[in-house]
């Protein structure tokens, strides 16, 4: 067992649906049996979690995937170098368009419904007609500018040639994106869970696709820390990385993913119903309060992608193709999309930013600590 | 007649000069006690707390309705990830940011957060601190805004004074000139045609690569 230089943490994240592996690992005791006393704080914003972090204010928190990447380069702070030793989640984010948008599509296409997932080409129309009466043009929510929620939005768009000239794009807090999809003040948003499935219980939405259709299992949320952190308590990271790594693992079977649901229910986490948390993490996504679900099985991927998981059933902890590896070609693909987002522009990208910000050298060994761990398990038992 | 005379005074232009000029605060803090004690401790002073931000309306619309000249934000806010998208995503121009936060620890957090410049982070708000801490934020922001556009007439500078000696070079090179009548001969193009130097240059570089 690994001895961590630092048992008592504070981990900050969001009230989301894949902040799951956090909550898990809290609740079902994977953090104790490491030595670690977490405590998990609640943030408000990503801006005010990133500070805190590198305040030293959160000794590690959940970031959405560019986020490192993002603080590394000094993007929208001072620069501190932070870490990823482990991918949290894939997918997991959907986009939802307002029942008035959704009529407007209806009507300028001359449909009677609409087929899901939806093809961004039918906004095409919708946007030249309000061109032409001069209405205002469309607006469009996304949570963070370093989020894959933005560069998912605007792929989606790009793929019907719709260019962020043809319509806004804003920032929303997810808490405020239903009460904004219903007063019209946005007509769309590309958000993680459980809004969209609140948008949708709510009759106030259609969920017209999710980050799943767009790109294909990609990282989403990560564990970030600041790689000074890392450098004074290497065991600290490694135990934190292996207790969230085996929260990972548990949440791969169905069966647990309903508990999962029910733990985040509670006031201390997302205070939501299990209602609208429960159908992304059982695979299936809501779509409109008079359409039935669609089976989306890697709405929420903690642990292996979705291909692994239908040919192998087993926990094995060390299938090597498992997704929470923070690979470099994730990195490189995440600063890909910044800089066709125009967020790079002036800026001194180093060569080697990936490869200091992603560290599937910590993983690795957090795996061997962990297969060690199972193996002495094992024999005790046996 | 005194009160007239004085009235006539403080009206002549060379007073007016020395009003400073209100300005407009969009204050985005959810606890309305807190909001309204700011809002007296503020009268009779230039700044205006204007607005208080409306939770059921987007804070991009009110920032474009009320064009404030100072943000205050509590720093738990939910909207903190609207403002980090003012200038990235929005475009808009930027702005004096004051946070505050009752609970964290702000001296260490002050340090991280982008400069230290355009946003600034105070403990919490106090009716008697809040002018003084208001006063630094806005004179911090403006000197933060003079560097800037030095540094980015600096590098304008640098970039031209490049270009000309390089079209300086090639018209000693190609032309067989010295680098005194090189220059001469460039600067007289630049006054006869009433062209800035560094487009001459530009011109000429362009040129006598193609030739």
């Known amino acids: ?83 990823t030793p ?28 609409v087929t899901l997932p939806l093809a961004a080409y039918l906004l095409q129309k919708v946007i030249s007609v309000r061109k032409i009466r001069n209405r205002p043009k469309l607006r469009f929510a996304t949570v963070f500018p370093y989020s894959c929620h933005y560069y998912q939005l605007r792929d989606w768009l790009a793929s019907a040639n719709i260019s962020e000239e043809d319509l806004d794009i804003v920032v929303v807090p ?15 948003c590309c958000v993680g869970g459980p809004w969209n499935a609140k948008a949708v219980r709510a009759g106030i939405g259609l969920t017209a696709l999710t980050s799943f259709d767009i790109w294909q ?37 169905i069966p647990n993913r309903f508990e999962a649901a029910r733990l985040l229910s509670s006031d201390q986490y997302l205070d939501a119903s299990v209602d609208v948390i429960a159908p992304s993490l059982i695979g299936s996504c809501l779509t409109h309060i008079s359409m039935p679900p669609r089976a989306i099985p890697s709405y929420n991927q903690f642990s292996k992608s979705t291909k692994n998981a239908a040919s192998d059933g087993s926990n094995s902890s060390s299938n090597n193709s498992s997704i929470n590896v923070p690979e470099y070609i994730r990195g490189e693909w995440l600063i890909s999309q910044m800089k066709n987002a125009g967020q790079l522009k002036d800026i001194d990208v180093p060569a080697d930013l990936v490869r200091t910000v992603f560290r599937p050298d910590i993983y690795h060994q957090m795996r061997l600590k962990l297969e060690d761990q199972a193996v002495q398990f094992f024999r005790r038992s046996g | 007649m005194a009160w007239k005379d004085s009235l006539h005074h403080t009206a002549s232009p060379k007073q007016q000069k020395n009003v400073i000029p209100e300005l407009r605060i969009l204050l985005i803090d959810e606890n309305r006690p807190r909001a309204e004690s700011l809002t007296s401790a503020l009268n009779n002073s230039r700044y205006k707390i204007n607005h208080l931000a409306n939770q059921d309306m987007s804070l991009l619309k009110q920032v474009d309705e009320i064009q404030p000249d100072i943000i205050v934000i509590d720093i738990e806010s939910p909207s903190r990830d609207i403002l980090e998208s003012l200038s990235t995503i929005s475009h808009y ?38 002018k003084p801490i208001l006063d630094v934020a806005v004179a911090r922001f403006r000197e933060f805004q003079k560097l800037k556009v030095e540094l980015s007439d600096t590098k304008q500078q640098l970039a031209s004074r490049n270009l000309i000696d390089q079209a300086k070079r090639l018209l000693m090179k190609k032309k067989n000139l010295s680098e005194d009548d090189a220059f001469k001969a460039m600067r007289k193009t630049a006054m006869d045609t009433g062209q800035k130097l560094d487009d001459v240059a530009k011109t000429l570089i362009s040129f006598l690569n193609t030739i």
């Open chain 1, 1 to 83: 067992m690994i001895e961590p230089e630092q048992t008592d943490l504070i981990l900050g994240f969001i009230p989301l649906t894949d902040s799951a592996p956090l909550i898990v690992a809290k609740e079902m005791g994977f953090f104790s049996q490491w030595g670690l006393n977490v405590k998990l704080q609640k943030q408000n914003s990503w801006a005010t979690l990133r500070d805190k972090l590198h305040a030293g204010l959160l000794d590690a928190t959940q970031m959405l995937a560019p986020m490192p990447l993002a603080s590394s380069l000094g993007l929208g702070c001072a620069k501190v170098q932070v870490i």
């Open chain 2, 93 to 130: 121009n930027p702005k004096p940011v004051v946070m505050f936060s009752g609970e964290t620890d702000t001296d260490t957090i002050n340090q991280y957060i982008e400069s230290g410049v355009s946003a600034y982070v105070v403990g919490d708000l106090q009716a008697d601190r809040v």
């Open chain 1, 217 to 253: 299992d990609s990282p989403e949320k990560v564990l970030g820390l600041l790689a000074s952190f890392q450098q004074a308590k290497p065991n600290t990271v490694i135990a934190l990385s292996a207790a969230l790594k085996q929260a990972c693992i548990w949440l791969e079977s």
């Open chain 1, 174 to 188: 997810p808490v405020n994106m239903v009460a904004f999809l219903q007063s019209g003040e946005i007509d769309g």
């Open chain 1, 86 to 113: 482990l991918v949290l989640s894939l997918n997991g984010n959907a986009i939802t368009l307002s029942e008035k948008l959704h009529q407007e599509i209806l009507h300028e296409n001359n449909l009677a419904h």
